[in-house]
């Protein structure tokens, strides 16, 4: 599966999810949470779980779905009206720690069992900072539950919890805390050896700044981004997708090293390379490959 692009599209739209299935996105998060509002969210679960059943066919596509958090007394309803052949995901907001992935997977066994699909069919992806007792339990992932299939991080909800008035500083970049979840995120995701996935960049009419921002998502380790419009999925597709400048290069890398393998450090154009600089070339080489 791949996750270099999610597409958050509201569950209470049927415009937007038909817009959302042409952009080419590596999966669709259809949300249930905060962008549906409470009053419409029943009619949405209800209406959702028609549209898994009309995308269970071949699609290019992965079909997540984002539940109400555990402790909002709507998760069990959710996940009772999505599972179902079709859907290949949740993304669970407000996780509070590894813990709460081996509950939901307790949830998603027995579903998927009165559903009639495959065991363990159905991946999570943790929304990994949005509560100030995440942020201790960052460490808690790994080892990976087997449904784990990546970490991303929310500002927002952190911010209100926190209490901070804006999680920006004023040059615009994410101030300490939220640099910190950011980090975190990364390391927790690594840890279990899964991939992170950034935070979306809510300025949706910005592609130049998204794709800085991508570029530097990708150049700290992030494997992709979640984006909330379809104008940003091409933008993200294109700075997560090694240049060609990068893919020579790691070519050139992986090169050397095969034709000597007695050797642990490799000069090349000047410059020092080792073990590390060539784990990290067939990462990009592997990158390169999924785009
Ligand atoms: N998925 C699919 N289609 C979308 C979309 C999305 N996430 N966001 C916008 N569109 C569609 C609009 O419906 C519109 O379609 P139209 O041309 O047929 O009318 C088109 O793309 C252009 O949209 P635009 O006018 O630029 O934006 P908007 O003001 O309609 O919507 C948002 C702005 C933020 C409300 C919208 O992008 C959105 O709903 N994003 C997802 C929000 C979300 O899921 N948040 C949860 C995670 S934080
Ligand atoms: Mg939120």
């Avoid at 449904?147 to 929310?154: D, E, F, N, S």
């Avoid at 920006?168 to 899964?194: I, T």
């Avoid at 790691?250 to 000597?260: I, L, M, P, T």
Wanted: charged share 20%.
């Amino acid at each position: 599966m791949k996750f270099c692009s999610l597409l958050f599209v509201p569950a209470d739209s049927e415009k937007k999810f038909a817009k959302a299935r042409e952009t080419g996105a590596d999966g669709l998060i259809l949300d249930l949470e905060d962008s549906v509002a409470p009053p419409v969210k029943a009619a949405a679960r209800a209406t959702l779980g028609g549209w898994i059943d009309a995308s269970s066919g071949p699609r290019g596509w992965g079909f997540w779905v984002r539940i109400n958090p555990f402790d909002s007394g709507l998760a069990m309803d959710d996940l009772a009206a999505v599972v179902r052949p079709g859907l290949d995901g949740i993304l669970l907001p407000k996780s509070n720690g590894g813990q709460d992935v081996v509950r939901l997977g307790h949830c998603l066994d027995a579903l998927e069992a009165r559903a009639g699909m495959a065991p363990g069919h159905v991946k999570i992806i943790v929304v990994a900072t949005e509560t100030a007792p995440a942020m201790f339990a960052l460490g808690s992932y790994a080892p990976a539950h087997p449904r784990l299939a990546a970490l991303t991080w929310g500002a927002e909800d952190l911010a209100a919890v926190v209490g901070s008035t804006s999680n920006k500083d004023e040059s615009g970049d994410w101030s300490a805390p939220y640099q910190l979840a950011r980090s975190l995120c990364l390391m927790g995701a690594s840890a279990a050896g899964v991939p992170a996935l950034d935070t979306l960049y809510a300025d949706f009419r910005d592609d130049d700044g998204l794709v800085r921002s991508c570029r530097q998502s990708r150049r700290d380790g992030f494997a992709g981004r979640l984006a909330i419009h379809p104008a940003q999925v091409a933008g993200i597709k294109r700075a997560f997708t090694p240049s060609p400048e990068d893919v020579a290069l790691a070519h050139k890398v992986v090169a050397a090293f095969e034709a000597n393998p007695g050797l642990g450090t490799i000069g090349i154009d000047g410059k020092m390379y080792d073990i590390p600089h060539l784990k990290l070339a067939r990462r990009t080489l592997a990158a390169a490959t999924e785009g």
